[in-house]
């Protein structure tokens, strides 16, 4: 029998004494340090600091200004501006707002005083840098028609009937701010169809057709800018503004080229890359997987985030979670010809793109000027937040 035992024995202790022999495991490597936050750095300066700003046309800005006081004047009195109440409450906008109704059209120099008298300009940073990128948009035109026919096939398509949008700071205060698009499917959230998933059919009768286009190229670029503008056959002309989104991650259409080897350095670059080669367009541009959904919007200008018409070359698009919509800023940047670009504009838009506290979309307006413009707009600059004088310092809990 002990024979036997020891036989069986053996490869427990055989394994033993491999064990024994075996080095040691590796030390488990410690996980990166979280990356830091970006911070928003707000220095105030004066007036006289901005460069250009005797030399701007400070009338011009007006328009757009008062279109954001609207907005301001409708909010409860107590309602914070802004993330974490950077901007004060709505009160403190009222006397600059009720001032610049009484500044008369035209008259910069009053104009220029109104600013001077109510605001106080802060010099933005993030994370102690004050240089960011400010690039340019503008509101495309596309050829439609009212009904699928002949070469109008691709569709431009309203709200999803089944489309839910989540904001998530109310959900978790740490995640103000974030929200997450999807269907609800047999009581879970999921992820909203992809583009290509869309273009394949995907969301068929689950969302309205508000009109059919013959250039899928042009409608592309159209989801990128936002907003724009159907002409129908018959002349007559369809403003839409962003709706929704089916929320996944933008991916632009140059970095995708450069996977492909290809420099565009430029919008106009891009279309003209793409219009050169159909075969390849398509499946391209199914690699961005962001989807835009749109409205009918009967107003005179294409719609910002803010819900006011934008102004050409006087509005721009922002990062909420850093500047407040509705703010004056002052702007410090080239054109795309490297001319100085110094102006007042106002803060009325976002976008999937613009991310960071020196960071600005500057609006061009409509036609293929605008377009040239603006597709070739990357520029250095600098941005002043302009604040009310008595602002009510307060943490946005609303």
């Known amino acids: 029998m002990r024979p036997v035992r020891a036989a069986r024995l053996a490869p427990l202790a055989l394994a033993l004494l491999l064990g024994a022999c075996a080095a040691e495991p590796p030390a488990p490597t410690p996980a990166p340090p979280p990356a830091a936050q970006p911070r928003l750095g707000l220095e105030p300066v004066s007036f006289t600091d901005l460069p250009g700003w005797g030399e701007d046309r400070a009338a011009e800005v007006l328009p757009a200004l ?41 008259d910069d120099a009053a104009a220029r005083a109104l600013f001077e008298t109510h605001f106080i300009p802060w010099r933005v940073s993030e994370s102690g840098k004050a240089d960011g990128l400010i690039t340019g948009y503008f509101e495309p035109e596309i050829a439609g028609s009212r009904q699928r026919r002949g070469r109008f096939t691709q569709p431009v398509l309203g709200r999803p009937n089944d489309l839910v949008s989540v904001d998530l700071g109310r959900f978790r205060p740490e995640l103000r701010g974030e929200q997450i698009v999807g269907r609800v499917e047999f009581g879970r959230l999921l992820p909203y169809p ?127 979670r850093f500047l407040p919509l509705g703010a004056p800023l002052w702007l410090d940047t080239t054109d795309p010809d490297g001319r100085p670009l110094r102006r007042l504009v106002m803060a009325q838009d976002t976008g999937a793109a613009i991310k960071g506290a020196v960071r600005a979309d500057l609006f061009w307006g409509g036609g293929e000027p605008a377009f040239q413009a603006a597709g070739r707009m990357k520029s250095t600059g600098r941005l002043t937040l302009l604040l009310p004088l008595q602002r009510t310092p307060r943490l946005a809990l609303d």
Not at 292 to 300: K, S, T
Request: charge should be neutral.
């Open 66 to 106: 008062k279109r954001s006081c609207d907005r301001l004047l409708r909010l409860p009195t107590d309602r914070s501006i802004g993330q974490d109440g950077v901007g004060g409450t709505a009160a403190d906008w009222y006397p600059a707002c009720a001032a610049a109704a009484r500044v008369p059209a035209g």
């Open 194 to 320: 992809t583009r290509a998933e869309i273009d394949n059919g995907a969301l068929d009768g689950r969302a309205p057709v508000l009109a059919w286009t013959d250039d899928p190229i042009a409608f592309a670029i159209m989801q990128i800018q936002g907003s724009g503008r159907i002409r129908f056959e018959d002349g007559s002309v369809q403003r839409l503004g962003v709706a929704a989104s089916n929320g996944h991650k933008f991916v632009g259409l140059g970095a995708l080229l450069r996977e492909e080897g290809v420099e565009a350095g430029s919008m106009p670059a891009i279309r003209a890359w793409l219009s050169a080669h159909p075969d390849r367009a398509a499946p391209l541009m199914a690699r961005n997987p962001r989807y835009i959904f749109y409205a009918v919007n009967q107003g005179d200008g294409p719609l910002g985030t803010e819900g006011v018409p934008l102004t050409p070359l006087r509005s721009v698009a922002i990062d909420p």
